[in-house]
């Protein structure tokens, strides 16, 4: 027992000094719990977040941890969506006092768009940076509807005390902004209707309709938004009313139709509709179609409502417009009359037996009454077209204009006609954008569609003409054609010469660049940055996180970890290279399987595998390397070292191996001071540990003892004790449950 505890107690004092000398800052933060709210008489810890009742939005949690901070170190309250998911989580609180404060409150206020039964909490920390324990799944709501939901028919604002309806009907909420952002529960005749969650509902069945918000089991009833009560009667009785067929429906610009309703009663109301849209002062039994205003085609139908009957809506009757017919312009509607030229100018048209007369410049045109025309002056043409035939007596319509031109001069324009960008692209065409005509007076008129094949092209470049590229386009592909382009063209008498056009097509050779490393360390071995491309002839750098910091060396010593890339000036473009980062050495890629804490019974082995590493050497107490693979076995207890090579740095891990303990916590000890048995020893298991608290109560329950890293110290003298033998009661604890419980007898 003696010896086992030399052990312990050895084993213990290594592991702190370890600690102690790696710097490491060690925190465990448990979940948050639910706290009571100081700020309100007889609070309670809350079991659900229901939020937005008269704007109240404040909780509290409690939060502990154990540990060492650092003094910038700032606790987050972050709170996961309503699955649970902390990929998006949101930040509920900061708190920057409380590194030194192991158990404390804080308040939180949820986000307005909170509504859920799956979400959780937790603390993370910035220094040391941690992520704690998640929470279980809380019920959360921001119920901001607290009043009572209107629906209505149609949603259209009135509230009816009873429907009767033919057939179905649409019931919708009404009174709330965005009613379909919630969730609802809908009630006929009290019974909940399993699945309806949306903010209408269908009615097909007879009954009395009501809804309210879903916030949740546990919120929904402080809402109070159930809403009116609607009687609701499907298949009720209907007259069958029908609109008297009309002599005709398809209605010339002079007709005037009369629709009306086969029956009718004094104690009816009257609407009609067209498209489904009630007309608006249209009450009476009869409603007449003017086919003289425009859009008079549509659907038309009349509903009858009234006490004793359902509302009812007849079938509709189609109206259409007997004139519909199409004049379209076959040629350009831009044209040019050159001075030797003449043009044809058509139309086409659907009417009924058509004739035609032509204009120019508003002028009727003697003698030309065919859909073609041949015309040798500039102006602008339009032709009308006559109905003679069909249900319609006469009707007429006018082609849109056709502007013909006589140019002074024309001007071109050039342009990329494709996703061209310079430097980036490694191939373009361009190609003739418009042609205006440009008439004695300035006037221009676009007439690309019209003249764009009737010229003829020489394209140049940098002033020089290109061997055969004589089309309305010129297609690029190499960085070796990069210069300035512009289009000579002409027509008939006429010449003309575009606008200028720069292109500076990438190249396509490679640049790539290589590292010695990727793993930069303080003191380690140089990281080199090279390429095998020629960078004699030409300008160029090195490049960290986009910014320049070399442009001489053909080589770059790493001297910060970064992202680095090489720059190289190709024709005016900057070639990039390939990517390669230089990450800064991070200890946690080493890791150890089954960690640095290695407990075994005494006369066996254990395996202990690292990764993350390029090399390894253990070492002993006395710092003699034992092995230099990337597992080793122990067997014996005492302190090891880890040595572990990334690339050309070294991590180093300390790894303590102590024996099982071979007895349990004892429940009696005896403090007579004989050295044996005087203080209560348990195992390592428990003692020395900075997650295991240790708690002692007396016989009426009061805490003497609660401790992290318990020293197996208790009790220091026998003076405590006023009688012979006393019992005493103990917890051991590690952050979310207890270990082990019981008494301890104490005989003196």
């Avoid at 006589?406 to 191939?427: K, R």
């Avoid at 071995?525 to 002839?537: H, K, M, P, Q, V």
């Avoid at 050295?675 to 003692?687: H, L, M």
Wanted: hydrophobic share 35%; aromatic share 8%; net charge negative.
């Amino acid at each position: 027992m003696k010896t086992l505890t030399k052990i312990t107690f050895f084993t213990a004092f290594c592991m702190l000094f370890s600690a102690y000398q790696l710097s490491a800052q060690a925190i465990v933060l448990n979940a948050p719990e639910p706290a009571d709210n100081p700020n309100l008489s007889g609070s309670t810890p809350w079991t659900a977040v229901c939020a937005g009742n008269s704007g109240f939005n404040e909780y509290f949690v409690n939060i502990t941890w154990i540990g060492t901070a650092n003094a910038g170190n700032e606790f987050i309250l972050e709170l996961s969506d309503a699955t649970g998911s902390f990929a998006n989580a949101q930040t509920l609180q900061t708190i920057s006092d409380k590194n030194t404060v192991k158990d404390f409150d804080t308040s939180f206020a949820i986000p307005t768009d909170t509504r859920g039964e799956g979400y959780k909490m937790r603390v993370r920390s910035t220094d040391p940076e941690k992520i704690g324990n998640e929470s279980p799944a809380y019920n959360m709501y921001y119920m901001d509807v607290t009043s009572n939901l209107n629906i209505s028919e149609q949603g259209n604002g009135v509230p009816p005390g009873t429907v009767c309806s033919t057939g179905p009907i649409t019931l919708q909420v009404d009174n709330i902004s965005n009613p379909e952002t919630y969730q609802y529960i809908w009630f006929r005749s009290g019974t909940e209707l399993t699945g309806e969650t949306g903010h209408t509902l269908n009615v097909t069945q007879s009954g009395m309709y009501n809804v309210y918000i879903d916030y949740g089991p546990r919120c929904t009833g402080s809402g109070n938004t159930d809403s009116n009560i609607v009687d609701v009667t499907i298949g009720g009785s209907g007259t069958g009313i029908a609109v008297t067929a009309p002599s005709k429906t398809a209605l010339c610009s002079t007709d005037a139709e009369t629709l009306t309703i086969d029956q009718t009663d004094a104690s009816w109301s009257y609407q009609w509709f067209k498209n489904d849209v009630a007309i608006l002062g249209a009450t009476a039994t009869s409603y007449t179609v003017d086919a003289s205003a425009a859009g008079f085609e549509g659907d038309y139908a009349i509903e009858i409502s009234g006490t004793g009957i359902c509302n009812e809506r007849s079938s509709a009757i189609t109206i259409t417009n007997a004139d519909v017919y199409t004049v379209d312009v076959e040629n350009e509607i831009n044209m040019v009359l050159l001075p030797t030229q003449s043009q044809t100018l058509s139309i086409s048209t659907t009417a009924n037996t058509p004739s035609y007369k032509w204009f120019r410049n508003g002028i009727e045109i003697a003698g030309e009454t065919n859909s073609a025309i041949t015309i040798s002056q500039d102006g602008e043409y339009y032709a009308e077209v006559t109905q003679t035939g069909g249900s319609c007596s006469v009707s007429s319509k006018n082609s849109d204009v056709t502007t013909v031109v006589s140019p002074a001069s024309f001007e071109m324009t050039i342009n990329y006609t494709d996703a061209y960008t310079s430097c980036e692209s490694t191939s373009t065409i361009l190609g003739v954008e418009q042609i205006n005509a440009v008439a004695t007076d300035g006037t221009k008129t676009d007439v690309t569609s019209a003249l764009v094949d009737g010229f003829t092209y020489q394209w140049t470049k940098d002033g020089t003409a290109v061997s055969g590229a004589t089309s309305s386009t010129i297609s690029l592909a190499s960085n070796a054609e990069n210069g300035t382009y512009d289009l000579n063209a002409s027509v008939d008498s006429f010449t003309v010469d575009s606008n200028s056009l720069t292109v500076q097509l990438l190249t396509s050779e490679t640049i790539s660049i290589a590292s010695s490393g990727t793993v930069f360390c303080s003191g380690g071995e140089t990281i080199t940055l090279s390429t095998s491309s020629d960078l004699g002839s030409s300008t160029f750098e090195w490049q960290l996180d986009g910014a320049s910091v070399n442009t001489t060396d053909t080589s770059l010593t790493v001297t910060t970890a970064g992202s680095y890339r090489l720059a190289v000036n190709r024709d005016g473009c900057a070639l990039l290279s390939n990517e390669i980062v230089i990450s800064p050495l991070d200890e946690n890629l080493i890791t150890l399987d089954p960690g640095t804490e290695i407990v075994m019974p005494e006369g066996t082995t254990k395996l202990v595998t690292a990764s993350g590493g390029t090399a390894y050497r253990w070492l002993d107490a006395n710092a003699v390397e034992i092995g230099n693979a990337d597992s080793i076995t122990f067997t014996e207890a005492g302190s090891y070292t880890l040595i572990a090579s990334i690339d050309n740095c070294e991590i180093i891990r300390q790894v303590e191996v102590s024996y099982l303990d071979t007895f349990k916590v004892p429940n009696v000890i005896t403090v007579n001071g004989d050295g044996i048995n005087d203080q209560w020893v348990i195992p390592n298991s428990y003692s020395n540990k900075a997650d295991v608290n240790i708690i002692i109560y007396n016989e009426q329950g009061q805490e003497i003892v609660n401790e992290f890293d318990y020293k197996n110290n208790w009790p220091q003298s026998t003076t405590a004790f006023t009688k012979q033998n006393m019992v005493f009661y103990y917890k051991i604890r590690n952050a979310s449950e207890v270990l082990k419980q019981g008494t301890i007898t104490v005989i003196r």
